[in-house]
């Protein structure tokens, strides 16, 4: 006896991709649906521990049916683009699963199941259909079955009795009586699913109907029945079954087939679903593989360690992992140089992070073996020209953050619980305030309750629908703040209150009770432009905006007699811009030290005034923050929309102003479309120090993304060009630290700024040298220039000018 599974792909896929919303690989590319098929695939496979299965899929094009109806599904929405760029990979994971795919042009999945069904199902074999269409009941019998992919429940034949009272292959009269809204099915207008439940069960099915029409009563359902009669009739043929498909195969050939679990995990890497990933390869490390060098440590002698023996016997290890002859070979080595450096062990160069050579190639290999895993990533790294940009940049980087990460930086906690009490305070006077407004006490933190208050009781103009209700998100009451009192106060409520719980008592938990510092997590391999990113916690997005939420900053400080200095590229995406484009504006401005907002202002608006006199009533303030504005806008592909809300002006106006700016900056306008050019022909774009970015968004027939790809293929050039050039200032500043033996170190990353903690009489030397090195870390076409700041914590710092 043998259960065989039957899964209706289309059906799946669909509920994948509505049940999860907007998730995307850091490059923009949909993943929703391919996540949610994963998970339910994985769940069947782990409950149901299937030995036969087969996918079935409709194909794109008319089908028989049409030549009977050619309205048929006419009224079903053609398919998402989100999801029709999901499916050859959904079908490609279904394959590295081992199972086999049916589809045929011209029939509906639906079609071959029933051919699959009939084929399959003998007293030996037990199928299980799974799906979520209604149409399929009619193929329930003694040894077939249906499963909701929703709930995972079963019906039978005699729970299809029970439910309708009549047999499941009437699912197909019901259909012809009342129709199917989701297949366009007309049925008879005013016979719903009750009267024919009960016309089919006094009757039997459609021509039983027919043949006694005359003891019909009412009589104006008779009438209804004797004019629909060749609807009827069509309705049950569109909603039968087709089951004489040929189907090329036996049972043993729908066996499920070995998993390609290399495949398979490159793809997931791909996709960027890591803990997918690590799930999948935790359990095949449990039946005894080995796919992937996680758990493993290599070195140059030919040996291979689990990390796990390292970390349990670290004095045998000490010697080889100090070395700085042998080379190791691992996946995430910061992580691992930092845990051995908390239990004495030096982790030195030279090694080969796995982790970081699968995200600059943007490939996922799995070998068994660690150096044949090795031996592959350093082939493409060679090939796609970023060799040097590993060897000199990135790994030295792994070095550099472990180090980061151990400094930490000194906190106060005391700061942190009287600010957070402060905090509180305010938010209890907040809320009275809102209750009063109000007229009511509520949930400040239900959306629900929220929109009730504001939409129906205060009768505020409502935005947009969610499924609970009206949208009551920032963007919804920042458009109503000037309508109600009452909004002002909500929007200050959630900024303290986030503010407090984030940030107040948010970062409380995370201060080191042994070194009084927090010690946050870098990652090099999270970002697709090559930015750092920091969580645990997330220090490089400290409030700013706001006076109270800057207040945050205080609780970061030195230690005892100890100085912080901040030093901060000036405007380095711009310069980098000035860089690639070459504009002879930008260009002269910079070299000349000129104010760069006020010069685009100059430029772009001299003589007859682009303004409307809304905006030109400020004057030259007005005219140099439009200016930096669209100086910023263009390094991220701003459109004449964006700017349009961001300077709160009409569409024109704004379309206006980016024209007359390219029109100036000729440069920057030619930069920009050789960059598109580029993408277009090559899928990606580089840095410049040659990391590469690939963007096929912009080769997409749905406008939004392609959209995207066009700004993200402007904008990764210039935001990953200083990305690498502070990477390379924080190796160097690093080296120079460690040649000098300086006790001063580095505590803070945050994009473009590097923040020290100075121990007295180094401060000199490390303004100096850390400002020298940044300035100096490449030439470019323009100068670079770092601002120097020092104070006791970081908010309260001043602007140092200095001549060493």
Do not use: W
Not at 675 to 694: A, H, M, P, Q, S
Not at 760 to 788: A, R, T
């Amino acid at each position: 006896m043998a259960n065989i599974y039957i899964i209706d792909g289309s059906s799946i896929v669909y509920r994948a991709f509505h049940a999860i919303r907007d998730l995307k690989t850091s490059s923009g590319q949909p993943t929703n649906a391919i996540y949610g098929f994963i998970t339910a695939l994985l769940k069947l496979l782990r409950e149901k521990e299937p030995v036969y299965i087969m996918f079935v899929f409709d194909m794109k094009g008319p089908t028989v049916r049409h030549g009977t109806f050619a309205e048929y599904k006419a009224n079903r929405k053609p398919m998402p683009d989100e999801l029709s760029l999901q499916i050859p990979t959904i079908k490609k994971i279904i394959e590295l699963f081992g199972i086999r795919i049916f589809e045929k042009q011209g029939y509906e999945a639906d079609d071959i199941i029933a051919s699959a069904v009939r084929k399959f199902a003998t007293e030996s074999n037990i199928i299980y259909i799974v799906t979520g269409d209604k149409d399929m009941y009619q193929l329930i019998g003694n040894n077939v079955f249906l499963i909701n992919p929703g709930d995972g429940s079963i019906t039978d034949r005699k729970r299809f009795i029970k439910k309708y009272g009549v047999e499941p292959v009437n699912i197909i009269d019901l259909i012809g009586l009342s129709g199917d809204k989701s297949d366009n099915i007309p049925g008879i207008n005013g016979i719903g699913e009750k009267t024919a439940l009960k016309l089919i069960k006094e009757y039997g099915d459609i021509e039983g109907i027919f043949s006694g029409i005359d003891k019909i009563v009412p009589e104006k359902l008779r009438k209804k029945l004797y004019e629909g009669k060749d609807t009827v009739y069509m309705g049950k043929k569109l909603g039968t079954l087709i089951d004489d498909i040929p189907i090329d195969s036996c049972v043993e050939d729908i066996k499920i087939g070995e998993t390609d679990i290399k495949g398979l995990l490159e793809l997931l890497e791909n996709l960027e679903f890591r803990k997918l990933a690590a799930k999948i390869r935790g359990t095949f490390l449990k039946e005894g593989g080995n796919l992937l060098p996680e758990n493993t440590m290599g070195f140059s002698t030919g040996d291979v360690f689990t990390y796990e023996e390292i970390i349990r016997n670290p004095e045998a290890f000490k010697d080889i992992c100090e070395s700085p002859i042998i080379e190791k070979c691992g996946f995430d080595i910061k992580r691992k140089m930092v845990e051995l450096g908390r239990i004495g062990i030096n982790f030195s160069m030279p090694f080969f992070d796995i982790a970081v050579a699968a995200h600059l190639t943007g490939k996922s290999i799995s070998e068994k073996n660690i150096f044949s895993c090795r031996d592959r990533y350093a082939e493409y790294l060679e090939s796609m020209g970023l060799k040097k940009l590993f060897d000199d940049v990135e790994i030295p980087l792994v070095k550099s953050l472990a180090l980061l990460e151990a400094n930490g930086i000194k906190t106060d906690k005391e700061f942190l619980v009287n600010f957070s009490g402060r905090l509180k305070k305010e938010l209890d006077i907040l809320q009275d305030r809102i209750y009063a407004a109000a007229g009511e006490v509520f949930n400040l933190n239900s959306s629900q309750q929220l929109s009730h208050i504001l939409f129906k009781k205060l009768g505020l103009p409502s935005g947009r629908k969610t499924k609970t209700g009206f949208s009551t998100d920032n963007a919804v009451l920042k458009e109503l703040s000037d309508v109600h009192p009452i909004v002002n106060m909500l929007l200050q409520y959630r900024e303290i209150y986030k503010l407090n719980s984030t940030y107040a008592e948010g970062l409380i938990p995370f201060i080191s009770q042994e070194t009084g510092r927090i010690h946050p997590d870098y990652s090099q391999v999270s970002t697709s432009t090559g930015r750092l990113s920091c969580s645990n916690p997330n220090l490089q997005n400290i409030p700013v905006k706001t006076e109270r939420g800057s207040e945050i900053r205080r609780a970061f400080c030195a230690e005892g007699k100890n100085i912080l200095y901040s030093f901060d590229y000036s405007q380095i995406e711009l310069r980098i811009l000035a860089h690639f484009s070459q504009d002879r504006y930008l260009t002269d401005a910079f070299k000349n030290d000129r104010d760069i907002h006020q010069e685009t202002a100059d430029i772009l608006f001299a003589g007859d005034s682009l303004f409307s006199p809304s905006i030109d009533a400020g004057g030259a303030r007005d005219m140099r923050r439009v200016a930096k504005t669209i100086n910023f806008g263009i390094i991220y592909g701003m459109g004449a929309y964006g700017l349009s809300q961001e300077l709160n002006i009409a569409l024109s106006e704004a379309d206006n102003f980016i024209r007359e700016y390219f029109a100036r900056f000729s440069g920057v306008k030619e930069y920009i479309n050789d960059t598109v050019k580029f993408v277009e022909k090559n899928g990606y774009v580089t840095t410049i120090l040659k990391r590469r970015r690939y963007i096929n968004e912009v080769l997409s027939q749905d406008k939004r993304q392609k959209e995207f790809g066009m700004r993200a293929a402007i904008n990764m050039p210039i935001q990953g060009s200083a990305a690498d050039l502070i990477k390379l200032a924080m190796n160097r500043i690093n080296e120079y630290f460690s040649s000098e033996k300086m006790k001063s170190m580095m505590v803070l990353q945050v994009h473009d700024e590097l923040l020290f903690e100075t121990v007295p009489g180094e401060e000199k030397s490390v303004c100096k040298n850390v400002k020298d090195i940044m300035e100096g870390v490449m030439s470019l076409k323009v100068p670079l220039k770092v601002d120097v700041k020092k104070g006791s914590n970081y908010l309260d710092m001043e602007n140092i000018d200095f001549d060493i």
